[in-house]
């Protein structure tokens, strides 16, 4: 099978995920005409069952779309956040193809030995153990044939979705968000990129003592097949009911993992899955899979930092400054009103000196109650369209943040965010993002 996307395999994904999703488009579509009220929870629990049987790029899709606040209602996402993906992996047969595709024939010689079995299957590829002539344990991540066909189709039927969703709520303007994801995913089917991500980890968190990157190994590594070192860890999880003092050290260590390449090379991680990340014994975690990654340039980061010092001082003009700065436009003194409520609900933790939880009160979602609310007096004053470097920065903060509330972690996340930004300064983090993406071989953001 064609790895390239040719006309026949996208044909394919076109038909299967057309038939699912334009069917439902077709029945609200009547529904609409005929002038029946729409059952928002209804609806989305159907269109999570459209999705459900199709593995591949549009599940994961839909899961991303599930964790970024405002991106759909609280109906869809929490239908959406069901949907799992990890996928069944495929055998031997294709294992030993797609290898001998990549690595040539006798690519077996190339290593010690290689499990016949993934020991992870998800929704772009699989991981399989190994061990290296040198003694070594590997992982190598393996993509599925046609990914390429698959995501472009399954990027095409994303609008079907949008479409449907904006015909019943025009509050969010999608347009951006489409944008970014469909960037971003094509993306995470280039292995070398990858990798080159990795390699830049390593440099930016090479101080960070609690936090560990794989090593690629470039002779077992192609565009489509990502060979690394195998990093030993238990799942996050494992430790939800340890002591407060594991849970504060391994959260203070997830908080450096993602924001100290933030805040000092503009660079953010941009996938918080809590299967991104596994717990050593001494507390360190390993960071993996560099798929999702976001490069912004500096003068967004020093938004996120103006908006801070907004928040905390009350500055008004600072707080427009640092919306319009990202890219927000038109923006009414009422709707910076209601991005301010989202605002002060993420940087609270930041903003009290105390030890805190990263949530007060026992909802069981993070920020879900104020996304709601966000969501009416958004819809109540005509909508808004989020620039696309809002959208996995936003998904980051609240992703890591669902992650500090399993943990029931209690930190002062104010004087962690204070030692970050202490010696910012924009022309030094463009300076030091310029000459780390020189050093790995990534293009600088345009």
């Known amino acids: 099978m064609s790895d390239e996307g040719g006309l026949g395999a996208r044909a394919r994904r076109y038909a299967r995920v057309s038939t699912r999703v334009g069917g439902l488009a077709a029945r609200l579509a009547g529904e609409r005409y005929l002038g029946l009220p729409l059952d928002r929870r209804k609806h989305a629990e159907d269109l999570r069952q459209a999705l459900g049987g199709l593995k591949g790029p549009l599940m994961k899709v839909a899961q991303l779309l599930s964790t970024i606040p405002e991106a759909l209602p609280s109906e869809y996402a929490g239908e959406l956040a069901q949907l799992q993906a990890d996928a069944p992996a495929m055998g031997w047969l294709f294992t030993r193809r797609r290898m001998t595709g990549e690595l040539g024939d006798g690519w077996q010689d190339k290593f010690q030995d290689f499990s016949r079995e993934a020991v ?168 993996l899979d560099y798929g999702c990654v976001r490069i912004f340039r500096g003068g967004f980061v020093k938004g996120v930092i103006d908006l801070y010092h907004a928040l905390k001082d009350g500055d008004e003009a600072l707080a427009v400054s640092a919306y319009e700065g990202w890219g927000f436009k038109d923006l009414s003194r009422e709707v910076i009103d209601v991005l301010n409520m989202w605002a002060r609900y993420v940087y609270a933790p930041l903003i009290e000196d105390r030890e805190r939880r990263i949530q007060d009160g026992s909802s069981g979602s993070y920020g879900h109650e104020v996304a709601q609310e966000v969501h009416r007096e958004l819809r109540r004053l005509g909508g808004v369209r989020p620039p696309r470097e809002f959208v996995f920065v936003d998904r980051a903060a609240i992703g890591l943040g669902s992650v500090f509330m399993h943990l029931k972690a209690e930190v002062n996340w104010h004087r962690l965010f204070e030692a970050l930004i202490e010696e910012f300064d924009v022309t030094a983090l463009d300076r030091r993002q310029k000459q780390g993406l020189k050093a790995v071989g990534i293009p600088a953001p345009k």
């Open 120 to 287: 992870r299957a998800a929704s772009l590829g699989q991981v399989h153990r190994a061990t290296g002539h040198d003694g070594r344990a590997l992982a190598c991540k393996l993509q599925y044939p046609d990914m390429k066909a698959a995501v472009e189709a399954d990027l095409n039927q994303l609008k079907l979705i949008f479409g449907i969703y904006r015909r019943y709520d025009r509050t969010i303007d999608p347009g951006e968000i489409h944008d970014e994801i469909s960037e971003r995913l094509r993306e995470e089917l280039d292995y070398e990129r990858e990798a080159k991500h990795m390699a830049l980890y390593a440099r930016m968190l090479a101080k960070e003592p609690g936090v560990h990157v794989p090593e690629v190994i470039p002779d077992l590594s192609t565009k489509r097949l990502l060979t690394m070192t195998w990093l030993d860890g238990e799942p996050l999880m494992t430790i939800k009911d340890a002591d407060l003092e594991v849970r504060n050290a391994v959260a203070y260590n997830l908080f450096r993992a993602w924001y100290v390449p933030f805040y000092d090379y503009g660079v953010i991680h941009g996938d918080p899955h809590l299967g991104n990340y596994t717990v050593r014994e001494d507390q360190s975690i390993n960071l």
